[in-house]
């Protein structure tokens, strides 16, 4: 078998996996949930991210949205980045053997959860790899066309995930630090860049004209998360995260730093380590940096390995790797995973059950968020259509947070609900006109404590209508509730509430502090 074949099979193998290893009761993600929303809403750019995946979300939105075509992208850029990274390691010199290590990392490591859910971090591996796949080609040929496939791959980044600016930067430096004159001197790789610029201007543009959004966005991420994320955690989890196959990428990186042509790859890995870090940067930020290591690595190992050696690294990652699979993959029901964690500490060792609120719970936070949705909807639905239709004419669907909406939204249909709507994320820009006037509001909130909250006390009735009931799902405990007959100072309150929150939205609006209004005591609607 020739290797070019041996690649086109082992790409084909790494689409297909997910879909082989996933249980089939899980539901959606809460992310998944609100890209597909974005997709009803196309723009140039979105509060959380650009707009990239959305085209995605809306091209699935179109192929019924079934989960197969949610998990379809991922898997499918999962296998695309293995043919850029093999096709790189071919060009290495790499034979059939390169091939294979090149494809253990993508099924033996933290990859197959990025490349299973339907989040930006495919994408954004995907154009890390392209971009630096574009300039390697560029210095084997000396073909300017990789120069563009470069500029092109960043300007598809940014609109994919701002963070590819942190890997683009760090090539630039690592040129530098090279002084590779046979790129820096090239008039076409600033056309290019110059290409990549346009690509994302519209984004820009639209960043602009909404008071940067991604200003508050990144401040309420520092501020939630990133600040309390560890610096030497970050550096520990790089080798955890490719721990099956630690061999190869850091063989990749050995070579690149001692030989000149390449030099600059080592140089951008590690410069982009330290921004990250600098940054309290999550530790699957930078993982768009190893595919071209790894491809770097494949051909040396090969030529210098005998046959014992080589069943030796197979053996190791594929039996890491097998050991990891249940902690990246839900390849079993809810019950069962949990059951699986509580019998195999591994999983709290590394820090998978561990959530946002730092505690350890019984599965992981990615698999929780992927339960109890359509049994919210259907709750939702049993309140909505034990209304009258005067009343139902007159109700609002107000969701506490985007997984909520997004979920009621997702399965709304199938139980005939009207759209459901959020202050959260970008469902805050999609608040229906008047919605300070409907006189029934039926809330799905996961403010377990609302019911007590002295806002309630203006409407004329309020009734608990159920609760989720999911141990496994972060939504456990969400109530469900009907009010009827809002004041006029709520009314007002609710106003002034959406009015500071796209406020806060705006880069102005992240650096100020705003004021309560007259109402506010807690809660999801004050």
Known sequence: MKPIHLLYILALTKVLLPFLLQDPQWEPHRDELLYLAEARHIAWGYMEAPPLLSLFAWLTNGMGGAMWAIKIWPSLFGGLTYLLAGRLALHLGGRWFAMILVWLPFVAGAWLRMHFLFQPNFLDIFWWTAMAYGLIRFQQTEKTSYLYMSGLSFGLGMLSKYNIIFYAVSLVAGLLLTWDKKVLTNRHFYFAAGLGLLIFLPNLIWQVTNGFPIVYHMKELHDSQLQYLSQWSFLKDQLLMNIATVFIWITGLVWATLNKQYRFIAWAFLITIVLLMIGHGKNYYAQGAYPVLFALGAPQLEAW?????????????????????????????????????????????????????????????????????????????????????????????????????????????????????????????????????????????????????????????????????????????????????????????????INRGKLKTTAAGATQELKPNALEDGGSMH
């Open 305 to 497: 390995a005998n046959k014992w050696w080589k069943i030796g690294m197979v053996a190791f990652s594929l039996f890491i790797g097998f050991k990891l699979l249940p902690l990246l993959l839900p390849i079993k029901a809810p019950a069962a995973l949990a059951a699986y964690y509580q019998h195999h500490p591994l999983a709290s060792k590394v820090g998978v059950l561990q959530w946002e609120d730092q505690q350890d719970h019984p599965l992981p936070q990615d698999f929780a968020d992927m339960l109890s949705w359509e049994q919210m909807t259907q709750k939702v639905a049993k309140a909505y259509h034990a209304l009258d239709s005067n009343e139902k004419a007159h109700t609002l669907l107000f969701c506490d947070n985007y997984g909520e909406a997004g979920a009621v939204n997702y399965y709304g249909a199938r139980y005939h609900l009207p759209p459901a709507y959020s202050d959260n994320a970008s469902f805050l820009y999609w608040m229906p006109p008047h919605y300070d006037q409907y006189t029934t509001i039926l809330l799905v909130t996961d403010d377990h404590e609302e019911m007590q909250h002295a806002f309630m006390k203006e409407f004329k009735a309020v009734h608990l209508a159920d609760s989720v009931n999911s141990p496994y799902s972060r939504e456990h405990g969400t109530l469900i509730i009907l009010m009827k007959g809002p004041s006029e100072a709520f009314r007002e309150a609710f106003r002034d509430k």
